[in-house]
């Protein structure tokens, strides 16, 4: 009790002060001041000099605050009182109450807590001249307090608590690789600081003794439980951006991020471990154990093999981390009525006493009234009765979260038994992998006999290398001597040019003199012809000049003729001119005439209408009341209509809130329906939408048709939401991803739903509500649907006993083909092979043979035995009555019998290739497995329904023991006549050079590389291929289905 008072005696006046001040204050300033008195309080308990644990109720009060307030003022304020900087063990706990704070705290916490920055920073730098004790592990501490700031600054799509999903994960990296590689660096980053921090608190520690319960101990140890939180979840981001990068960018850019990895699991593995040693620990944590070994980045599918790290917190009301240092007489106990007298002490106890002057001490007369104590317990019971429904609430959320936990574990469990199944099949594919490597085991002993010859011949080639030299040494001295000579040779021919060029020169001097006189002849002739041509053209401008003289004449008698008759023209006119100024007198006359009578016509029309206009007005005084009262009642009744609606519209949207709030009932899990059933629903609501849409159009052309509106709203409502409730039952009957699919379409459909009646509630928007998207969402439900319904629905009750025959008899047809087919190909290779060749294909045949005759008898047992099974189960049902209230073991038998007709015919079509040497044997033995594993199918859907101690069921697995032998018999001839070819088809290197040893020897390693990168993505399309088979079938054969009766 003296600890719990000392450590408050930090804030001893505070608490009084504003007691006394809310005397007149209202409500809002009396809950912030009780507020900001508890945070205080609280606060100053968590925060103490006491080397012990923080206690959890302290804790978490602070934690509500931010909620409360929404931010950290209040929480600063209190801190920057505390003398942080003097005490160690202050500082630590502040440490530790603060990193809760950015975990569970309001989100706003960090953005405030930001402001704070430098202060931290300068105090880790001061804490960190200290060398041991509590200084360094304080400098350390602050150093990942800035640290997770700064990241969730950087990154606010990240809570403080570090809790998202892979969805969310992708969304922080913006589908951009630059940002995923930063956002790994920083990751990293903020990891080295928790592993710091966790190294130096082990360090600290003195590990030979129980630190773990002492107070001391549990002081240092309990912030370890936020670093592991955050360690687990970044140690499982960290692992899936790896991941995420090495599918996106070259392994040699990522080996310093495998590196820091590599380097950090080791630690976070080894601290994970010491730490679940701890007895303190085990009482507050369960710690996960990271793998053996950390994961192959270069291998793109050990990310299926990565499990997160959960860390699991046992729900407690408090944490025990010291309850062996709390007094009783500390805590108030909520659980049983509290009595007046003792509620004063308590109080007193919390908030700190004073010997001489209390103003908490109700008994000693200082002014206080006797009902502000009655007020005051008053508060308190209520405060006391508010934290207890508050308790019952976080009991029924931890409730609900186990029970869908539950519904999870049961899942995974679902998809572990799957994962067995695919590990029994890579299984057998090991073994076939197994054989392969023998094989080529072989093939590089051979490789290695070829490396020893090879270096023989090498040898050889290096004395060919001396002799090639001495020959090589001979020729430079002929080039030389060459060289002398044609140089030689250039001298002469330069002489012989210089005299050619003298010769050109005289003969050009004499060939310009001629070409002087000719020019001169020429250019007398030129001026002659000139002189002649000016004289011929001055004689034709004299000839065209008469010409024009001519033609002036012409045009001036024409001139006159024209000007004769316009002037004939003229004179008509005139005579018309005058008949029109006659008539224009007339037209006058007759218009005055007319004026007269429409003055007339006029002033009775004047008349007439003012009789008109007041009657007028009579009547539409009349009307404008009649029209006023229609009004009135029309108004009436549009509001009448619209209330209707609106009313309907409300009750539909309560139906589907009802439906959306209902599959999120943890009740509601148990709940089941079928794909038939949900695909009906989403049916009828696709046309009920439709109905809706086409009554609002009427409604908006005449609102008199609201009735009808009303009863389809209605109606969608209902039909809606029985969608929405038979969508999420019928997610509880399918595979995970399809389920989470589903209930996400589910929970579209009622969104869209609530928009199109929230915009037909009001007027501006009713007649801009769309329905599409609510359409679109039904109709991805209805086609969802439709894949889940299995294949067998399709079919009627009379077409699965037909198919059923139908297959059968298909089967056994393709099974005698086949064998025809073989004795045909053998009489063909016998008489065209010889030698080994002959002695392989007839081996290869015969065996194929066998295996056909052993699948005819295997069908035939499967007939005689499916005829049992139909006689003693019908009962006074048909046959085909029988197959369809069987059609899952139908299904599947139709399936069997495709599949062995099938691979008979696949596996005759190989071997006729094998046979042609066109084809290959590695062919043949797949087709061989292929048909084993068919049979056994069809052995394994004629047992299902089969009595045990039938006769015709024993001979069936005879037969079936026979297949499996004739199939061994068919690989075993296959890979005995490969290697016999072979071995014929040895290679001959004893004509080769080196260089063509050499470049046959770079092919082959090239051809080896592509083989090898061929084999891996051929088996990563195998495996992908047998997934999707595996689906495929799953839904042809209704897997996900309730199984049905076998009678």
Request: aromatic share 4%; proline share 2%; net charge negative.
């Amino acid at each position: 009790m003296d600890r719990v008072k000392s450590s408050m005696q930090q804030v001893p006046n505070a608490i009084p002060k504003v007691i006394r001040r809310t005397g007149g204050a209202n409500s809002l300033e009396l809950e912030k001041e009780n507020f900001e008195r508890g945070q205080a309080v609280s606060i100053n308990k968590a925060i103490n000099t006491q080397e012990v644990a923080v206690k959890e109720k302290h804790a978490r009060t602070c934690i509500l605050g931010t909620h409360h307030e929404k931010g950290a003022h209040t929480f600063w304020a209190a801190i920057n009182r505390l003398p942080l900087s003097s005490n160690a063990v202050l500082c630590w706990k502040f440490c530790h109450v603060f990193h809760k704070l950015l975990r569970d705290g309001h989100p706003h916490v960090i953005k405030d807590s930001m402001r704070n920055k430098a202060d931290l920073t300068d105090m880790s730098r001061m804490w960190g001249h200290l060398s041991e004790g509590y200084g360094k592990l304080c400098s350390i501490y602050l150093k990942l307090l800035i640290t997770k700031m700064e990241f969730h600054i950087k990154n606010p799509r990240f809570p403080g608590n570090l809790q998202m999903s892979n969805r969310q994960l992708e969304e922080a990296g913006e589908n951009d690789v630059n940002n995923f590689f930063q956002l790994t660096v920083e990751m990293f980053d903020y990891l080295e600081c928790e592993l710091n921090l966790f190294l130096s608190v082990f360090s600290s520690l003195d590990m030979s003794r129980s630190v773990s319960v002492t107070a001391a101990g549990q002081c240092r140890l309990a912030p370890l439980i936020q670093v592991i939180l955050d360690c687990s979840h970044l140690y499982d981001y960290t692992v899936k951006l790896l991941f995420k990068l090495h599918s996106c960018l070259p392994a040699d850019t990522l080996q310093g991020h495998r590196d820091r990895f590599q380097e950090q699991f080791k630690k976070l593995k080894s601290l994970f471990y010491r730490s679940s040693n701890l007895q303190y620990f085990k009482r507050l944590i369960q710690i996960p154990q990271l793998p053996e070994n950390p994961p192959n980045f270069l291998r793109a599918s050990a990310l299926s093999e990565h499990i997160s790290p959960v860390v699991v917190i046992p729900a407690e009301s408090s944490s025990p981390e010291s309850e062996h240092l709390v007094e009783t007489e500390d805590l108030v106990d909520t659980d049983v009525p509290v009595l007046p007298a003792p509620l004063e002490t308590k109080f007193d106890d919390l908030f700190g006493t004073s010997a001489a002057i209390d103003p908490f001490n109700f008994n000693n007369q200082n002014g206080m009234r006797k009902d502000d104590k009655d007020r005051l317990i008053e508060q308190l019971t209520k405060e006391i009765q508010a934290l207890k429904d508050e308790l019952e609430s976080f009991r029924l959320e931890s409730g609900r979260l186990c029970q869908a936990l539950r519904g999870r574990v049961n899942e995974l469990e679902a998809e572990l038994a799957e994962q067995s199944h695919l590990r029994l099949q890579a299984a057998g594919e090991s073994e076939f992998l197994k054989a392969e490597l023998d094989d080529l085991r072989r093939v590089r002993e051979d490789t290695e006999k070829e490396q020893r010859s090879l270096t023989e011949i090498e040898k050889k080639a290096q004395a060919n290398e001396q002799r090639y030299t001495k020959l090589k040494e001979k020729y430079t001295e002929l080039v030389q001597s060459h060289a002398d000579l044609l140089r030689k040779n250039a001298e002469v021919t330069r002489q012989m040019t210089v005299a050619r060029a003298a010769q050109d020169e005289v003969d050009a001097v004499r060939k310009e003199m001629q070409d002087k006189v000719k020019a001169a002849q020429e250019a007398a002739g030129r001026q002659e012809q000139k002189q002649r041509e000016h004289l011929e053209e001055m004689q034709r401008e004299l000839l065209s000049s008469r010409a024009e003289l001519d033609s002036i004449k012409t045009v001036m008698a024409s001139s006159q003729q024209s000007s004769e008759a316009l002037g004939t023209q003229l004179a008509a006119l005139e005579s018309e001119k005058a008949a029109l100024v006659e008539s224009l007198s007339k037209t006058e006359t007759e218009l005055a005439a007319r004026e007269e009578e429409l003055e007339r016509v006029q002033t009775s029309l004047a008349s007439e209408r003012e009789s008109g206009v007041k009657t007028a007005e009579a009547l539409q005084n009349q009307l404008n009341d009649k029209e006023s009262r229609e009004q009135a009642l029309e108004s009436q009744l549009v509001a009448a209509r619209w209330s209707s609606l609106q009313g309907a519209v409300e009750e539909a949207e309560r139906i589907i809130q009802d439906s959306l709030a209902q599959i999120d009932d943890p009740a509601h899990i148990s709940c089941t329906s079928s794909a038939d059933y949900l695909a009906s629903r989403c049916q009828a609501s696709l046309d009920c939408v439709d109905k809706l849409h086409t009554a609002r159009d009427a409604f908006l052309a005449d609102d008199t048709g609201v009735f009808h509106l009303l009863k389809v709203v209605t109606q969608c409502g209902h039909l809606v939401g029985d969608t929405i409730v038979q969508g999420s039952a019928t997610s509880h009957m399918v595979p995970v991803e399809q389920a989470d699919v589903l209930s996400e379409s589910v929970k579209a459909c009622g969104t869209e739903a609530l928009v199109l009646l929230g915009h037909m509630k009001k007027r501006e928007s009713l007649t801009t509500a769309d329905n599409s998207k609510l359409k679109a969402t039904l109709q991805t439900m209805l086609a969802f649907a439709e894949k889940l319904r299995p294949r067998g629905l399709e079919l009627q009750q009379g077409e699965l006993g037909d198919l059923v025959e139908q297959e059968m008899a298909a089967t056994s047809a393709a099974v005698e083909s086949a064998a025809a087919r073989i004795e045909e190909m053998l009489n063909k290779s016998r008489a065209v092979d010889t030698g080994i060749k002959m002695e392989v294909n007839e081996r290869i045949l015969a065996s194929c043979t066998d295996l056909m005759t052993a699948i005819k008898k295997l069908v035939l047992s499967s007939k005689d035995l499916q005829r049992d099974i139909v006689e003693s189960g019908r009962g006074a049902a048909s046959t085909k009555e029988f197959y369809a209230k069987n059609s899952r073991w139908t299904e599947g038998l139709i399936s069997a019998s495709k599949a062995v007709g099938w691979g008979a015919t696949v596996m005759v079509d190989a071997a006729d290739l094998v046979v042609q040497g066109k084809g290959k044997f590695e062919e043949l033995m797949v087709c061989s497995h292929e048909i084993a594993a068919s049979t056994a199918q069809l052995v394994a859907a004629s047992k299902v329904k089969a009595d045990k101690d039938s006769s015709n069921l024993h001979r069936l697995q005879q037969a079936s023991r026979g297949v499996t032998q004739a199939t061994a018999a068919v690989v075993a001839s296959t890979k005995s006549g490969k290697s016999q070819i072979e071995d014929k088809d040895t290679m001959d290197f004893s004509s080769m050079t080196l260089t063509q040893i050499k470049r046959q020897e770079m092919d082959a390693q090239v051809l080896v590389l592509e083989l090898e990168t061929r084999l891996q993505k051929e088996r990563e399309r195998l495996g992908e291929l047998r997934k999707k088979h595996y689906e495929l079938a799953g839904v042809a054969e209704g897997w996900g289905a309730d199984g049905e009766g076998s009678g």
